[in-house]
């Protein structure tokens, strides 16, 4: 059974609110316990918002490295690129913004170059906050080749490269994605979306677990830890 508790809100500015609010505390919690902290990104439009909001919270931002869950294999000025994003709204406050992927061809030897980086990194990261798309996608584990070896790399292998089958019509690119394994490694997992299609959704993969065809629903069946999930309607 996946253990997953819904955080609802009656508008998005309160949905930004929250999720803002949980990740400066998860920030705060790390930097007192750790002195740095490791945070995983997903990208998307959705958390963006959130991001910005995150940003203008006065955290010792210096100590904090973020990185993205997956990206998309564009260059990072592309309105593509997830750490692009990421960076636009982080680096200004001195966090260090870690590249997951890079325009490589070759999206395997991407993914091996991803995982190289993280292996880098001080391991685990003190949050994975995950989106999901209508497909029931997440982070870029999706239906294709590379379905079972994102799922079911071993332990240490942190990040692959994926061509998912087919491509999704707003991002159609080769991408790298954090495995399931190095998403579940987090000390802390949350999943930030938004609208009734979304909820329904992740509704049914939760409910069907392990059985579950959607890639969200395979990555939380072997969820230990507890999942935060915020949700608004719009
Ligand atoms: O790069 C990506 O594609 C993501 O990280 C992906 O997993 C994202 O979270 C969903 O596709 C939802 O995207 P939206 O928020 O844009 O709907």
Redesign the pocket.
Known sequence: MIEAEWWDYESHDEWVDAVAGDIGFIIESALDARKDCLLAL?????PIAAYQKLATQKLDWKKVTIIP????LVKVDDPAS?VGMLAKIFLPRGARVVPLGADNKDYKQAGAAADARLQDLPWPPDLVLL???EDG????IFPGPDFESALDAPKARRAIGVMPDPLPKD?PFPRVTMTRAAILSSRALMIALTGAKKRDVLERAIEDGAGSKLPIGRVLAEAEQAIDIHWSAE
């Open positions: 997903s990208g998307g439009k959705t869950v997956d990206d998309r997830n989106g999901m798309g996608h997440t982070a870029s991002a």
